[in-house]
């Protein structure tokens, strides 16, 4: 089993920067792909970003060219660089564990999320 504990989130300005940290232990091993996700209030969870362990990264369109997902593999820690950042952005960040189907799907593991990090822009 994977833990995941996120960290870095905080009240920001719009326009302004945030870096988020998830910190794996446990079956690092297992890990293919990681991903963000983020809920905001009232809204479903949905993806932000993915990075294999290929270093592919894949992107939702209303974060392309804002955000940068990347991994420290020998520090078992990914982050997610968040610049630009609009009121839009703000929700609860949760980081996951899974893998890539050859569809080029994300399936995260049942059992491979963090607790979360809530991040709020202000106007």
């Known amino acids: 089993q994977v833990r995941l504990v996120e960290s870095g989130g905080g009240l920001v300005q719009a326009g302004g920067s945030l870096r988020l940290s998830c910190a794996a232990s446990g079956s690092i091993a297992s890990i293919a792909t990681m991903g963000w996700h983020r809920q905001a209030p009232g809204k479903q969870r949905g993806l932000v970003a993915t990075?294999?362990?290929?270093?592919?990264?894949n992107y939702v369109d209303s974060v392309k060219g804002r955000f940068t997902i990347s991994r420290d593999r020998s520090e078992n820690t990914m982050y997610l660089q968040m610049n630009y950042l609009k009121p839009e952005d703000t929700a609860v960040y949760y980081c996951?564990?899974?893998?890539?189907?050859?569809?080029?799907?994300?399936?995260?593991?049942?059992?491979?999320w963090g607790h979360g990090t809530q991040v709020t822009v202000s106007s």
């Open positions: 996951s564990a899974g893998f890539t189907g050859s569809s080029g799907i994300y399936y995260p593991g049942a059992s491979s």
């Open positions: 990075i294999t362990n290929g270093g592919r990264t």
